[in-house]
């Protein structure tokens, strides 16, 4: 709300002419008393090309057949809640399977833990397959990848 220049008391836009408080004529003398449209200011729509930069597809492949048990193909392009669920599932396979296999006494050394996440692996390397293959993806803000 403004104030007037002379008590410096809030006063409404109405009473522009004369302060009720003090009196004085044009109390908001030298400020802007236009209303401005807050929505021709800037375009929320609008998106800088140049800071935009797509996400690769072999960069996603790669990350797929490398960390791919981490879900680091995911947080890659934006998914961040399936790569936490990819992580969290991988490894809730490699070490359940593996001390099932370590702790039963079918294998007793580390190949009980090596088995599993080759298979997590594979699965890995069938996922960066599909994402070199398919054109389709999108990223986290909806852009296909390149």
Known sequence: MPKCRNC???????????????????????????TKDFTQAFDPLSVNIETVKPKSKKKTAILAFTLGFLGAHMFYIGQIKT??????????????????????GAIANVLAFLIPYFVVEFAMIICGIFILRSNDLCDARGEFLR
């Open 83 to 104: 790569g936490i669920i990819i992580a969290l599932v991988s490894l809730l396979f490699i070490s359940g399977l593996g001390c099932l296999l370590f702790f039963t």
């Open 8 to 34: 410096n008391n809030p006063i409404s836009r109405l009473d522009k002419e004369i302060c009720p408080f003090c009196g004085v004529k044009d109390p908001l003398l030298g400020e802007d008393t236009s």
